[in-house]
């Protein structure tokens, strides 16, 4: 068992300045974006997981867990089953635990998988959060914007090309 997770392999190669640039940038506008948005419509569309929602779109642009299907579907997806098993179950131990199981399971069924919206069952429960109009602010009008300002940051530069697919 020990040699399972012992490891072996090596680090993979330090990302390019212009990656690590683009991690800078986007992060500082994805979430500034949608915290000027919270700020201006007086709306709370910030969420805890959409930190980590940055990291993979401005540090992994191009792997399938990054892309706007993803980002989008997996954050709706989740909070989605976090608000019904709220519902059937109240905001207990087990609830939270299967909300976030059932959660990865759909994301895998709907081939939505996103590892931040993971998190957003807890988060429903968590914030108390009252009704399904939560599917509509944060968790769709947050994570929409944050996959426009992807389009412009991961798309500046004639060899840059972002998304890989959108549906």
């Given at each position: 068992?020990?040699?399972?997770?012992?490891?072996?392999?090596?680090?993979?190669?330090?990302?390019?300045?212009?990656?690590?640039?683009?991690?800078?940038?986007?992060?500082?506008?994805?979430?500034?974006?949608?915290?000027?948005?919270?700020?201006?419509?007086?709306?709370?569309?910030?969420?805890?997981?959409?930190?980590?929602?940055?990291?993979?779109?401005?540090?992994?642009?191009?792997?399938?867990?990054a892309q706007p299907r993803?980002?989008?579907?997996?954050?709706?997806?989740?909070?989605?089953?976090?608000?019904?098993v709220m519902q059937l179950?109240?905001?207990?131990?087990?609830?939270?635990?299967?909300?976030?199981?059932?959660?990865?399971?759909?994301?895998?069924?709907?081939?939505?998988?996103?590892?931040?919206?993971?998190?957003?069952?807890?988060?429903?429960?968590?914030?108390?959060?009252?009704?399904?109009?939560?599917?509509?602010?944060?968790?769709?009008?947050?994570?929409?914007?944050?996959?426009?300002?992807?389009?412009?940051?991961?798309?500046?530069?004639?060899?840059?090309?972002?998304?890989?697919?959108?549906?």
């Amino acid at each position: 068992m020990l040699h399972k997770i012992k490891g072996g392999g090596t680090l993979p190669a330090r990302p390019d300045n212009l990656q690590i640039f683009t991690g800078l940038i986007g992060g500082i506008s994805g979430i500034g974006f949608v915290a000027w948005l919270t700020r201006i419509t007086e709306v709370p569309l910030l969420m805890a997981p959409f930190g980590a929602t940055c990291v993979l779109l401005f540090a992994a642009p191009n792997v399938p867990l990054a892309q706007p299907r993803n980002v989008i579907g997996g954050h709706f997806v989740a909070a989605l089953v976090g608000l019904v098993v709220m519902q059937l179950m109240g905001t207990g131990i087990l609830a939270m635990a299967v909300g976030v199981g059932l959660a990865i399971a759909l994301m895998q069924a709907l081939r939505v998988v996103h590892p931040p919206a993971g998190a957003n069952p807890l988060v429903v429960m968590m914030s108390g959060a009252v009704g399904y109009d939560f599917l509509l602010m944060p968790v769709l009008a947050g994570s929409v914007s944050l996959v426009l300002v992807a389009l412009l940051i991961n798309n500046l530069g004639s060899e840059r090309r972002w998304p890989t697919y959108w549906l």
